[in-house]
């Protein structure tokens, strides 16, 4: 990926409608905390009562309201969107649905996924959310973790870029998993996109 030492990289974080946002949240803090040259261009949710929508307010990030599952454009308003504001990355935080090859191939840039566990194990169609932890504390694991991989168009399935574990040996139920983990999330997204966007 081409760069001039001006460049700012030009993001887009999607998200659905439930996600708290809390990993948006946690991009934009350590863009701004260590002066990166990463710009949050545009978040999406898929309905106007996201908790996301509220986020982006305070942050001052434009989100727009892409609903996949009710509008069969969904995919001409991303690209659309992507190509009006110049973006370099695409990263899905909470988004739960796939995006097609088609997309993808148009878009022409890549796009990244944070998943909360160690893929390839607990991945695929309904692993997301509780879900995950739940199938990790039932497992019996020891370990878990969080990985970010390039997204193709199937569930959790693309190149992993960065996997990070995590030591669940004292969590007593699937919520002190989930929190554990999401604390990792928290610290790995953003410089491991900042590090994928550096080294293209
Ligand atoms: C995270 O656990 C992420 O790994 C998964 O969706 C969740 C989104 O959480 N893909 P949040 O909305 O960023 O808090």
């Given at each position: 990926?081409?760069?001039?030492?001006?460049?700012?990289?030009?993001?887009?974080?999607?998200?659905?409608?439930?996600?708290?946002?809390?990993?948006?949240?946690?991009?934009?803090?350590?863009?701004?905390?260590?002066?990166?040259?990463?710009?949050?261009?545009?978040?999406?949710?898929?309905?106007?009562?996201?908790?996301?929508?509220?986020?982006?307010?305070?942050?001052?990030?434009?989100?727009?309201?892409?609903?996949?599952?009710?509008?069969?454009?969904?995919?001409?308003?991303?690209?659309?969107?992507?190509?009006?504001?110049?973006?370099?990355?695409?990263?899905?935080?909470?988004?739960?649905?796939?995006?097609?090859?088609?997309?993808?191939?148009?878009?022409?840039?890549?796009?990244?996924?944070?998943?909360?566990?160690l893929l390839?194990?607990?991945?695929?169609?309904?692993?997301?959310?509780?879900?995950?932890?739940?199938?990790?504390?039932?497992?019996?694991?020891?370990?878990?973790g969080v990985t970010v991989?390039?997204?193709?168009?199937?569930?959790?399935?693309?190149?992993i870029?960065a996997q990070i574990k995590?030591?669940?040996?004292?969590?007593?139920?699937?919520?002190?998993?989930?929190?554990?983990?999401?604390?990792?999330?928290?610290?790995?997204?953003?410089?491991?996109?900042?590090?994928?966007?550096?080294?293209?």
């Open positions: 990926m081409e760069r001039t030492s001006l460049k700012t990289w030009r993001i887009a974080v999607l998200t659905s409608g439930a996600g708290r946002g809390s990993n948006l949240q946690a991009l934009y803090d350590y863009f701004k905390k260590h002066s990166l040259p990463v710009e949050i261009a545009f978040a999406t949710a898929s309905n106007k009562n996201a908790p996301v929508v509220q986020l982006c307010d305070k942050l001052n990030i434009p989100c727009y309201i892409l609903a996949p599952r009710k509008d069969k454009d969904f995919e001409n308003r991303l690209l659309e969107l992507c190509q009006q504001e110049k973006i370099d990355l695409i990263a899905l935080a909470g988004f739960m649905n796939l995006l097609s090859s088609s997309f993808l191939e148009k878009v022409g840039i890549p796009v990244l996924n944070i998943h909360p566990a390839p194990k607990y991945g695929g169609k309904m692993m997301y959310g509780m879900n995950v932890h739940k199938a990790v504390f039932e497992s019996g694991d020891k370990v878990s991989h390039l997204v193709d168009n199937q569930y959790d399935n693309g190149p870029i995590v030591d669940i040996s004292d969590c007593k139920s699937p919520e002190e998993i989930a929190a554990k983990v999401l604390e990792m999330e928290h610290q790995i997204y953003a410089p491991a996109i900042y590090k994928f966007l550096n080294e293209r």
